[in-house]
């Protein structure tokens, strides 16, 4: 944690010029994220768990399992693979993540409503990027 | 085992053909979408020419009789695994018991016309004469060198096996589309009696719709378009052809031969579909229109290569997937 602590001032030097709203990184030693809030760069505390959103509710959070172009429905297919109020279950495909060719599927982690779809169809999103908003049954 | 429980018509066990046996007058028959096949086979981590299962005709219904990975790449049928919906161009887990239903081709301007059905090790049928393809005109390969019946049942050879499934591919149709004027399109190399076509039919024939009349199936596909017309009357003796070749009767109205072409013939050839986009043609329904772009040698060979790219790019990436650590099964 120590190692990654001194890097701090480093990486939020570097955030400040840029458009990164939020910055995560892991290591062996530890996790750094850190936030802008107004122009400045703040260290925000380490989430606790995967599945606590960020708007603090009951929400659960379904991130990219890779870095890929996220869709929200095959590409063949004209229909989303899940709609906003829509009741899915643990496991079902929620949307895919596009590597090339490769189509994998983004699952939800447990049943669930989806209370939000995050990032828009055919946009890259890196590891970890919230994709979908799940509200717990 | 996969027992086939809907009437069949015209399914057939297909793998990527019997070449090398023209010489015997042995067609060599295949997948009419190769790509497909090949794709599916990738996805399985099945070798590329593995037997599948290819479907003109739907809907079409198996039961898996144990645990099998199966793929199924071609024509999005709106598959289901026990009613429950199954995503295009992806690898699937029956469980025993489970029954697999496909029903019409979907997709509007992108609708293909034949499914392929792969399945973990490939459909475990006799080779004959260096392939498993079903030679329907010889009555040999495939199953009972014949077209599958409802009662059928045919053996995956790697049924039982753990297999990654879960995932899929982006189809070759979206990654390598060809058009022309908004219509689908292959190219076209002139072939041998070219020359001896009228010069307002040749104009024609590049120029011009074509419609795939419902005289089309593996054999061949009849057009209908402008009729092409010899500057004089061509009587040629019966030589070797080959699927992809264009020939052209007296009516006018080109035939392009297909996977069971018969391996003679005697009518001129306009020209020959490239090998690169035959599978293109394989799922061209009947009733639709399309076009020919003149093409030559050097195009040829890069087209193909371009294909070969995408395999090997799929083979790569799907290896990496198969191989990487949590496996869904």
Redesign the interface.
Known sequence: MRDVALHASLFAAWLADTDIGLFELRTPNGTLRLGRQGDDIVELPVEPSDAQGAAGAALVTVKAPTVGIFLNG????NAPLVRIGERVAAGQ?VG?M????????VAAAEAGKIAAVCVGHGLSAGYGTPLVELQPL | MIEVLSSAALATVQDLGRTGSLRWGVGTSGAMDNLALAAGNLLLGNALGAAAIEIPVFPFKVRFGEDCAFALTGADCAARLDGQPLLPWWVHQARAGQVLALGLPQGGAQRGTRAMLCVAGGVDVPEVLGSRSTQLRGAFGGHEGRSLRRGDVLRAAGAGAACKTGFGLVPPALAMPLERDGLPAVRVLPAAEYAGFDPASRSAFWAGEWKITSQSDRYGYRLEGEALRPIAPMELRSHGIVPGVIQVPHSGQPIIQMRDAQPSGGYPKFGTVIEADMWRLGQAPIGSRMRFIETGWDEAVAALDEVRAWLDKVARMVELHRAAPGARR
């Open positions: 095959h590409p063949l297919g495909t895919l596009q590597i090339g060719p490769l189509l994998l599927p």
